[in-house]
């Protein structure tokens, strides 16, 4: 299992950037599409969440395409 998850839906144009930034950062992640899965959407919902992209690294739950929190994630998991 990859260290990043992604929730995203399919029309979404801000989980479209987020996906891009990460590939374009050669960040390996784990797409959760709440649209082609139900339970991905349970899982945002028990977390407290309802919007999308949310980003979960380690212990991070990050909104949206956050360039900064995700690079102080990113960096914790490596060290």
């Known amino acids: 299992m990859s260290n990043v998850i992604v ?36 899982e945002l919902h028990d977390m407290g969440l309802m919007s999308l992209p949310v980003t979960v690294i380690g212990e991070h739950k990050i909104l949206g395409l956050n360039v900064t929190k995700l690079k102080k994630a990113l960096a914790e998991i490596a060290s």
């Open 7 to 42: 929730y995203s839906s399919t029309n979404c144009p801000y989980c479209q950037q987020l996906k891009k930034y990460l590939t374009d950062q050669q960040v390996a992640y784990e797409e959760r599409n709440i649209d082609l899965n139900d339970q991905y959407g349970q």
